[in-house]
């Protein structure tokens, strides 16, 4: 991850033909029409398919009374998927110059991804964790080459923050050998500890030249990747009701848990755009903290769907728990989830106390929804529409109040 408090020289990509390879030097936060290129969407897709087995795993987890141990799986390998993405994210979005070698490079991070992917029912099963290493090394040695292009092409303190990066992360991969050869109940804490020290790496590589990343790019770019999480979640939900229906012909048990599910989603897109957020990311502090804070937005939508996988398997009785356990599968990432967005999002752009309230509020009764039984998932679906619905009623309210102070203040 990177970050910037100061704008950098506007550099847009050159027109007409191109050189194969090209300096890869900064990219300017002034550009206009900054978007996200066809090779980032086809990085994200790639990753979703790591992000889904993870999904299906800690399903099976669940479902067969290993939530603890299934838990602990899940946020250690999500957070390999998504440590990786998100430097590939704010690297590119400082340093993109779409030359041939910087595509190759790209690529071979996806084969990372992949690699990962394959390792991951290993790690749950076994708790063997080699591939999973293999994986994410080779998407950070990926990065380290990127790295090193950018360390060559410029100079001073541009040039040092470049090396600091290089040697950061290839310090941390030599770290995570741990995670194969150390004791198997040491490994979770080690996992803590190398992870704290991976998210150390940008504030020390950074901490005398910032990079030129661009706000509305990377704000894009985090919206895209939740939309394409929480797509795969309706896409794991739809499977397993169809599942459910087709061998076990319960469809008047599954619907409410299908409707339930459908609000959850409908609601979670609506709660994380609708705010401007790239007006919010303008220093190092704000970027850090936003950044970071999406392993949990990330994690708790994909845990929205292995919940109501798991809720489905238990109403057909696949899944051997109780009502209540299943409920909290899907209830309590939901809350999560809501309560991590209004920390990351909501709370810089509501207004008075009632606006700044109705996230939390609706975390905690979504978290009371699970004691209802069979209807749980469903409660818990309307209070989230309900949610959507009291913010949008509340803002609705305020639009006069601001329209009419804009129209008395004088302008300069």
């Known amino acids: 991850m990177t970050s910037s408090s100061t704008p950098a020289p506007d550099s847009p990509r050159p027109q007409g033909r191109r050189r194969p390879l090209r300096r890869l030097s900064a990219r300017g936060r002034g550009e206009t029409h900054r978007v996200a290129t066809p090779l980032e969407l086809f990085f994200d897709l790639c990753f979703v398919v790591a992000i889904a087995q993870a999904g299906i795993e800690l399903v099976h987890a669940v479902a067969e009374s290993h939530a603890g141990e299934g838990i602990l799986n899940y946020a250690m390998v999500f957070f390999a ?17 779409d030359d041939v070698l910087y595509r ?17 029912s290993r790690a749950f099963e076994d708790h063997e964790y080699l591939a999973v290493l293999i994986g994410y090394v080779i998407m950070r040695l990926a990065l380290v080459g990127q790295w090193l292009r950018v360390a060559r092409s410029s100079s001073g303190p541009e040039r040092r923050m470049a090396l600091r990066y290089a040697d950061g992360v290839l310090l941390c991969q030599i770290g995570w050998v741990g995670l194969v050869v150390l004791p198997e109940d ?9 992870a704290i020290l991976e998210m150390c790496v ?27 999480v929480l797509g795969e979640t309706i896409a794991a939900a739809t499977v397993a009701v169809k599942t459910g229906i087709d061998e076990n012909d319960a469809l008047g048990d599954l619907l409410p848990i ?21 007006g919010h990311l303008r220093s190092n502090r704000q970027a850090f903290l936003w950044g970071y804070g999406h392993y949990v937005v990330f994690a708790s939508a994909a845990a929205i769907g292995a919940g109501l996988e798991v809720a489905v398997e238990q109403t057909v009785g696949k899944a051997h728990i109780s009502t209540l356990a299943a409920s909290a599968a899907v ?9 991590t967005v209004w920390l990351l999002h909501s709370r810089y752009f509501k207004v008075g106390i009632a606006q700044q309230l109705v996230l939390p509020t609706a975390a905690l009764l979504v978290i009371c929804c699970t004691f209802l039984g069979d209807w749980g998932v ?21 639009a006069p109040k601001d329209r009419g102070t804009a129209t008395r203040t004088p302008v300069a």
Request: without cysteine; charged residues 5%; neutral net charge.
């Open 331 to 339: 209830t309590l990432p939901t809350a999560l989830y809501l309560l």
């Open 104 to 120: 190759v490079v790209t690529l071979l991070q996806i084969a990372g991804v992949l690699v990962l992917a394959a390792g991951i």
């Open 202 to 228: 940008p504030p020390f590589a950074e901490r005398e030249h910032p990079t030129s990343w661009h706000p509305h790019h990377i704000a894009e770019r985090y919206g895209l990747f939740t939309i394409i």
């Open 186 to 194: 040491v490994r979770p804490w080690w996992f803590l500890a190398m």
């Open 378 to 398: 469903l409660a818990a679906g309307i209070v989230s529409a309900l949610t959507v619905v009291t913010g949008e009623t509340l803002s609705a309210r305020m």
């Open 258 to 278: 299908a409707a339930g599910g459908l609000l959850i989603i409908f609601a979670a897109w609506w709660i994380y755009f609708v705010v401007p957020i790239h």
């Open 81 to 97: 998927i998504w440590w990786a993405w998100m430097n590939f994210t704010w690297f590119a979005s400082a340093y993109d110059n």
